[in-house]
């Protein structure tokens, strides 16, 4: 039996000490080892996030194995997490022995979502498995031409009575980040209302749509008490890149594309986790 990572510790003790722990996506064999790889060689642990993209395409269950395997071979240390999990999803990951959830109720009525956001938080932890939920809306980045970010943000006192009342151990924010990245739309951050929430829910707070953010935007968020980073976009690209640099050259096998790919991959995740953890000093 694999032993529990201790998710909850590590986003708490990014907190205390003023840095960002790295929850980044997989989505094949090949991007699940960049990051486990990048990750050792940065000394760092990281959130290996099974997330919206993999499930569809290889399940909960394939996507926790081809961690585990990767975990083993590289030796890295990562926590197991589900992003953006339904209720049986949820139910699923805790089965195959997750080390952290994201539970996303955004659909239901408010009330409604604290009462089974407290059911899963019940469940998890009675597993010793901690929880993040997500409070307002973050937008993709097609839909941002028509988006008012006054519906969008999370608001603070309802922040705080979810966080009250649901017992979750991390929460998601949106104050002003989008998934993906725009070539048109600068991202800024709400830093008052960061640090509102965190005075308010008294929780590390997440953001998700981490790339394209200037380092000098996330060092403020983290300083303010922002402690788990989503990133997935930025290091795609980079695995992108490498399939695209060799099949430039005329016509190679799947596996060199693919290899390259991982090594770009790997050096970004690397970067990317150093930076995050070296906020603190
Ligand atoms: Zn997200």
């Known amino acids: ?47 290996m996030q099974i997330g919206r993209a993999i499930i569809p395409h290889l399940g909960i269950r394939k996507a926790y194995e081809m961690i585990r395997r990767s975990e083993e071979e590289t030796g890295a240390t990562c926590v197991i997490h589900l992003d953006h ?18 539970y ?47 519906d969008y943000y999370t608001d603070t006192d309802e922040a705080a009575r979810f966080v009250e009342e649901t017992g979750i151990d991390y929460l998601a924010i949106s104050v002003g980040i989008f998934h993906g990245i725009s070539s048109t739309t600068e991202p800024k951050l709400d830093m008052e209302r960061i640090e ?25 968020a983290v300083s303010r008490g922002v402690a788990k980073l989503n990133i997935d976009t930025e290091l795609r690209l980079k695995f992108r890149e490498g399939i695209e640099a060799v099949w430039s ?19 970004e995740v690397s970067r990317k986790l150093r930076l995050f953890g070296g906020f603190g000093g």
């Open 104 to 150: 996303d109720g955004a659909h239901l009525p408010f009330e409604e979502n604290i009462a089974t956001t407290r059911k899963v938080v019940e469940a998890a932890h009675f597993l010793g498995v901690p929880v993040e939920a997500e409070l307002g809306k973050i937008p993709e980045v097609r839909d941002l031409e028509s988006v008012e970010w006054e």
């Open 85 to 102: 999990g339904s209720y049986d999803e949820v139910v699923e990951a805790l089965k195959l022995g997750v080390d952290s959830i994201m």
């Open 249 to 267: 050259e005329g016509d190679r096998h799947l596996e060199a594309a693919l290899s390259e790919g991982r090594s770009r991959m790997r050096a």
């Open 196 to 220: 509102a929430l965190v005075e308010k829910t008294g929780v590390p707070l997440v953001l998700h749509g981490v790339s394209g953010l200037p380092d000098e935007m996330v060092r403020g």
């Open 1 to 47: 039996m694999r032993e529990k990572v201790d998710a909850r510790k590590l986003v708490y003790d990014a907190r205390a000490g003023g840095y960002a722990v790295g929850a980044i996506n997989h989505h094949n064999d090949e991007t699940a080892q960049a990051i486990l790889l990048g990750a050792k060689d940065a000394g760092a642990p990281v959130f």
